[in-house]
């Protein structure tokens, strides 16, 4: 069985296929960062337009290089949501269009679940149950998996993504677009002795976050010095050690109070080294078991969507009619 997955909820146009005996066999991916990059941000209706030019070569580029045509593909999968409405809307009219013309099954894929899923197309996997933090510009979660589809959100953030708050501190320090990686990239440079940031909510129970607090005190930090290379360069590491300590503190608690002994990560912010690292250390402190994707698989990407799709399909969650429908707000 094949499946050939549609990523496009924002920026990025991905296309991947899996195959359920073979695995992932294609994985394209194209990125509009030069495209946003001149306005400092994702401007919708050019990500619409740029995911109508190129997600039909890419499909083709994927098919070529697995040696396949469209009539070798058992079903399409597609980004229904979350995201921006007008890029959803390419991927899934496109990929409802083929599936009537080929008269195949279409899935429409939650973009989250597909995150959350995106450690199984690694080698190293985890068995249920165990404890996702889906972390990315949008959402920060924290998620039990209890097994595929059957998921209970333990805590979210109340305002700020992660994701986010990396990117509005980015701008407040003048650093180009995408404010995070450039961000990351800055705080090795940081003084990590010059300032120390507070960990939101983490002085009281509960697993929820907060982080729109911390972008208005790297603000003030800002304005309260010389606003030279490296004090910005001193700013960035104290906020992402804020931030990643933030969520790997959330982390142990949540662990501790699903009493699992798994930790898997998601999302675009999971790719950041240091984050991973404070996790690994948590976990081999507790004597738990962490399982970390490949970056490529945290960013968004067609994999993801295709595997989702693959397991949405053995599951029957399918669709074959016309109608099309897309969420930008679409809870796991």
């Known amino acids: 069985m094949r499946i050939l997955g549609i990523e496009t909820s924002c920026d990025e146009t991905g296309v991947a296929i899996y195959d359920s005996e073979k695995g992932l066999i294609a994985d394209i991916l194209y990125s509009q960062i030069a495209t ?3 306005f400092g941000g994702v401007v919708p209706e050019l990500a619409s337009r740029d995911h ?28 229904a949501g979350p995201g921006l409405i007008g890029a959803l809307l390419v991927g899934a009219a496109l990929g409802a269009s083929l599936g009537f013309a080929l008269n195949i099954p279409t899935i429409p894929i939650n973009h989250l679940e597909a995150h959350l899923l995106a450690i199984f197309l690694e080698t190293k996997q985890p068995t249920f149950p165990f404890l996702t933090l889906l972390v990315s510009g949008g959402n920060t979660q924290l998620v039990q998996v209890e097994k595929i589809g059957s998921y209970k959100l333990l805590g979210e953030t109340l305002d700020d993504a992660a994701g986010e708050a990396f990117d509005k501190v980015a701008k407040i320090l003048g650093l180009p677009y995408p404010g995070g990686v450039a961000l990351t990239k800055l705080a090795i440079h940081g003084n990590p002795k010059r300032f120390r940031f507070p960990r939101p909510m983490t002085n009281r129970s509960g697993l929820e976050f907060s982080f729109s607090g911390l972008k208005t005190f790297a603000a003030n930090t800002l304005h309260a010095n010389c606003a030279d290379e490296q004090t910005k360069a001193d700013i960035a590491y104290a906020f992402q050690d804020a931030i990643t300590d933030t969520l790997v503190i959330k982390c142990k608690r949540a662990m501790q109070f699903a009493n699992l002994s798994q930790l898997t990560i998601a999302g675009g912010v999971s790719a950041n080294q240091e984050l991973r690292r404070k996790l690994q250390k948590m976990a081999d402190q507790e004597g738990w078991q962490t399982y970390f994707p490949n970056p490529k698989f945290c960013t968004d990407n067609g994999a993801m969507i295709a595997y989702a799709g693959y397991q949405n ?16 707000r679409w809870p796991m």
């Open 52 to 79: 109508i030019k190129k997600l039909s070569p890419l499909i083709h580029e994927a098919l070529d290089f697995a040696k396949l045509t469209l009539r070798d593909i058992d079903a399409i999968a597609y980004t």
């Open 313 to 328: 399909f053995i599951s029957d969650k399918i669709r074959t009619n016309l109608e099309i429908n897309v969420f930008p």
């Open 36 to 38: 946003h990059a001149k």
